[in-house]
C-alpha cells in the first residue's frame, strides 16, 4: 500500500544553518510525484517543492532543495540558511497515478535564534 | 485569482446535527480535494473531483458523509448526524489538471467542533 513516512516528530536548527527533514514513501506506481509543504501555525499549507519520479536532477526552489534517492526511496528536504520564519510542520507528501495525494505525519521545526 | 475559499472558517455543532462546508476553488482548477486534519496529524484523504466527476472516495468516508461538486466550480461537503469523532479541521485544495509539476493550492480549513 502507498504509504509515506516522517520519522522526525520535531527538529531544531540554529538559524542560519541548514536542515534536513527525512521522508520515505512506499508505492508500486511507476509514475508519481513527490512533495513537500509547509504548515504555519496559521495553519494554511503551503507547497513548496516538486519532485517527479522520472526526474534525475534534484529540485531546488530557493533554499529548498529536495534530495531524491529512488532506489532508498526517500525524498528528504534541505533547508538552507534557516530563518526563524522556517519555524513550522513540514509534510511530505506522494501524488499517486489516480492523482490522489497522500500525506506523512508531519514534522516540527523549530528554529533557533 | 484569490486562491481557494472556504467557508465557514469555523462551525461549533452539536452531536447528531448536519453540517455543510463550501470550498470555491481557483477558477483556472478543475481537480478539487477535500481532506481532513486532526491535531498533529498530516491531511487524510477524503475525496476528489474532475470537474464535476467525484473520482475517488476515501474508505474513512463513511456513509453519513457526501460531497458534490455541481458544474464543476464550487464543492460542498455534508456530514449527517456529526459525532464527536468528526470534531477536525476539513481542508480543500484544488490544481490544474495534469501530471506536471503542480502541488496543491489549499483553503485555509474549516474548524468542526462537534460538542
Known amino acids: 500500500a502507498q504509504k509515506i513516512t516522517q520519522t522526525q516528530p520535531g527538529m531544531f536548527v540554529q538559524e542560519k544553518e541548514a536542515v534536513t527533514l527525512d521522508c520515505t514513501y512506499d508505492?508500486?506506481?511507476?509514475?508519481?510525484?513527490l512533495f513537500w509543504y509547509k504548515q504555519p501555525s496559521s495553519g494554511e499549507m503551503i507547497f513548496l517543492i516538486y519532485?517527479?519520479?522520472?526526474?534525475?536532477q534534484n529540485a531546488t526552489e530557493g533554499r529548498y532543495s529536495l534530495n531524491f534517492q529512488k532506489a532508498r526511496k526517500s525524498a528528504n528536504l534541505v533547508i538552507s540558511a534557516s530563518q526563524l520564519g522556517d519555524s513550522a510542520m513540514y509534510f511530505c507528501?506522494?501524488?499517486?497515478?489516480?492523482?490522489?495525494?497522500?500525506f506523512g505525519a508531519g514534522t516540527r521545526l523549530f528554529v533557533k535564534a | 485569482d484569490t486562491g481557494v475559499s472556504q467557508d465557514p472558517r469555523h462551525k461549533i455543532t452539536k452531536r447528531g446535527q448536519n453540517v455543510t462546508f463550501r470550498c470555491d476553488p481557483i477558477s483556472e482548477h478543475n481537480r478539487l480535494y477535500w481532506y481532513r486534519q486532526t491535531l498533529g496529524q498530516g491531511p487524510e484523504f477524503l475525496t476528489y473531483?474532475?470537474?464535476?466527476?467525484?473520482?475517488?472516495k476515501s474508505r474513512l468516508l463513511s456513509d453519513r458523509f457526501s460531497a458534490e461538486r455541481p458544474k464543476g466550480s464550487f464543492s460542498t461537503l455534508e456530514i449527517q448526524r456529526t459525532e464527536q469523532g468528526d470534531s477536525a479541521m476539513y481542508l480543500c485544495?484544488?490544481?490544474?489538471?495534469?501530471?506536471?509539476?503542480?502541488?496543491?493550492?489549499f483553503g485555509s480549513g474549516t474548524r468542526l467542533t462537534v460538542v
Open positions: 508505492t508500486s506506481d511507476q509514475s508519481y510525484g
Open positions: 485544495a484544488s490544481s490544474p489538471k495534469g501530471q506536471g509539476a503542480y502541488g496543491y493550492t
Open positions: 473531483f474532475q470537474n464535476e466527476a467525484q473520482l475517488e
Open positions: 519532485q517527479g519520479s522520472y526526474d534525475e
Open positions: 507528501a506522494m501524488r499517486e497515478e489516480s492523482f490522489k495525494t497522500i
